[in-house]
């Protein structure tokens, strides 16, 4: 079985999948830009009652980053999941167990910023979910309003 996610930790299925993934990307001196779309459909055992949440049927993760003079880069992202869903042939044992059935869809869009001060050394931070939505990226965890992400890379 693959591993999926159940609540608050991982879980396993049996199951089958269709797929379709389209990627792209774009490089020139100045600008990056990518893409990144993958379409699912999985199929369930219905006798099987493995208490996982399938994954989503739509992800999209697109980005696009600007640089001036190879010294700052500004970027600006885009990550979507379309909504998941509990999957258990039981009803009664879904009742009981008060879980979340439904995993909302989202879509975090954010804006990088990173400033190189020498070859080896940036400093670079993110300021995510600008849409100010509800993100569920795994059952149970919610992160609510704008959040800010900072850090140094060293590169050697």
Known sequence: GA???SYLSAG????????????AAYLSERLNA???IS???SYFDPSASPLV???????ADIGATYNFLKRLY??????FSSARSLVCADAA?????????????????????????SKQLSVWGTL?????QQISRRPGCIEKGPYVTLGVSWRI
């Open 74 to 79: 500004l970027g600006l992202g885009l990550e």
């Open 12 to 23: 396993s299925a049996d199951y089958r999948v269709a797929y379709a993934d389209f990627s």
């Open 3 to 5: 591993v999926l996610d």
């Open 53 to 59: 949440y399938a994954p989503a049927a739509l992800r």
């Open 34 to 36: 990518n893409a990144l």
């Open 128 to 132: 995510g979910n600008l849409l100010f």
């Open 93 to 117: 044992l879904l009742e009981a167990c008060g879980f979340e059935q439904r995993i909302r869809p989202y879509a975090d869009l954010a804006l990088n910023v990173e400033w190189f001060q």
């Open 39 to 41: 379409f699912k459909k």
